[in-house]
């Protein structure tokens, strides 16, 4: 595809309509629909839930529906054409994938279900062989779930202990100094989040990892909420692992991504085993297949791999640099409303420069499930709950929260609908302020 074409498919091309200032939206045929019935209806569906998973463009499913049409066929197992070209849709998208994260190499890059499996499969087949009693796993309090239990489940089999660093509960930041005495000559791994699905905040992933490989341990990031915000480098990071989920960033639902340092790759033994994961069987053994499909044990989901690769292509036409820059105006618009609106409050950072599309908050008197019911009855839908990081909730003492996220196919007029419904939270709860 030309980068001409590119363009076109990525908006770029503004074209006169219901929320023309946001060209995007024309690409995405949930927003298409939303708009187009919104001109004629009045009511308008506020989707504010990107972190939990983002929509689709039409490039991503036209993608997804071409592979099946054209290419269907198992991959890497069949010797005739459609097998091949299954395989090389397959393989191109995992050059994708590589130069998406700046990967020195394809066969760096593992696909996965999501960002979970990723972390377990670090967790296990790197994890598990690899420590003993006494050695310690140093990860964040601000860590979801996936990037908790798989460690909790390492050091119950290993003797192994889990290390927390701790942020600062008003701004979230990690301080220098719980790094430089948290990862100490004990840890053998630094697990650590990118950005935080609650707070937020960017984690300084460079110096995390300098301090991590300074004391000779791995690093493993957990880049969900990160990928789709920004433009990321594992080799300038140095992390040893970085683990991407494809819905997270404009793709389908169950595929992912797992870059691995070939060296640690070739050193570690499969996750799952089975079909197309191997190089002999006998009786009584196997050896493996070489890295990256010794990971890949069974049929392999290449229609949503190829889905995965559009989508990235898609987010590289828009630009980070105009993904961050909308992303940071919408950000500012919601925070500065929600100062003006009395009796809500912020989990995490006030400053909005200090988040990532991600905005959690609580509104006093209300829980935050009866908040988003009562902004769902007015079609706006955002999360509540603890979001999959209880720990965090309960060294803040905030136990559930409500979380607005946003993405660049956001409108500054869906920030305002979002901004009237939350002003009446307590209102429509029984308050009389």
């Known amino acids: 595809m030309s980068n ?12 006169s309509g219901v929320n023309s200032s946001n060209p995007y939206r024309k690409d995405f045929p949930f927003f298409k629909a939303i708009d187009e019935h919104n001109s004629k209806e009045s009511e308008f569906l506020v ?28 991959p890497l197992r069949g010797l005739y054409d459609l097998s091949e070209r299954a395989t090389l849709a397959y393989e191109h998208s995992r050059d994708t994938v590589a130069e998406f994260l700046n990967a020195k190499e394809s066969s760096e890059i593992v696909f996965t279900r999501n ?58 930041e990690i301080p220098d100094s719980e790094i430089e005495t948290k990862i100490n000559e004990h840890t053998k791994i ?64 169950g595929i992912g991504a797992l870059y691995g340092k070939k060296a640690l790759l070739e050193k570690m033994d499969p996750f799952l085993t089975g079909g197309e994961m191997i190089e002999y069987v006998t009786r009584e053994n196997a050896t493996w297949a070489e890295v990256p499909h010794k990971f890949e044990a069974g049929t392999v989901s ?20 105009k993904i961050h820059e909308i992303d940071s105006t919408l950000t500012k618009r919601l925070m500065d409303g929600m100062k003006k609106i009395p009796h809500v409050n912020f989990v995490g950072p006030s400053d909005p420069s200090k988040r990532t599309g991600i905005v959690t908050f609580t509104v006093d008197g209300v829980h935050p499930h009866d908040i988003a019911t009562l902004l769902s009855d007015e079609h706006v839908a955002i999360r509540a709950g603890h979001h999959c990081a209880q720990p965090l909730g309960q060294y803040l003492g905030v136990q559930s929260s409500a979380r607005a996220s946003l993405y660049f196919y956001n409108t500054e007029e869906e920030i305002d609908i979002f901004l009237e419904k939350l002003a009446c939270i ?3 709860s029984g308050y009389n302020d």
């Open 426 to 428: 307590r209102k429509w």
């Open 115 to 172: 960002t979970t499996e990723s972390l377990n499969l670090v967790a296990y087949s790197w994890g598990l062989s690899n420590l003993k009693a006494g050695d310690e796993i140093c990860i964040s309090i601000m860590e979801h779930h996936s990037n908790i239990i798989p460690w909790q489940m390492v050091c119950r089999k290993t003797g192994a202990k889990l290390v927390f660093l701790e942020c600062d509960k008003s701004t979230g």
């Open 190 to 253: 630094v697990s650590i989040v990118h950005v935080s699905n609650v707070l937020g905040v960017t984690n300084p992933v460079k110096k995390i990892g300098q301090a991590a490989h300074k004391v000779g341990a791995v690093f493993v990031v957990d880049g969900a909420q990160s990928s789709p915000h920004m433009k990321v480098d594992v080799q300038d990071i140095d992390a040893d692992f970085y683990a991407i989920s494809g819905h997270k960033l404009c793709g389908p639902m």
């Open 4 to 15: 001409e074409d590119l363009n076109k498919a990525a908006g770029v091309v503004n074209q």
């Open 302 to 321: 290449a229609g949503d791999a190829v889905g995965m690769a559009a989508a990235i292509r898609y987010l590289q036409a828009v630009g980070f640099d």
């Open 47 to 74: 989707y504010l839930d990107t972190s939990a998973t983002s929509q689709r463009p039409f490039l991503v499913l036209d993608a997804m529906s071409h592979f099946y049409a054209t290419a269907n066929a198992n």
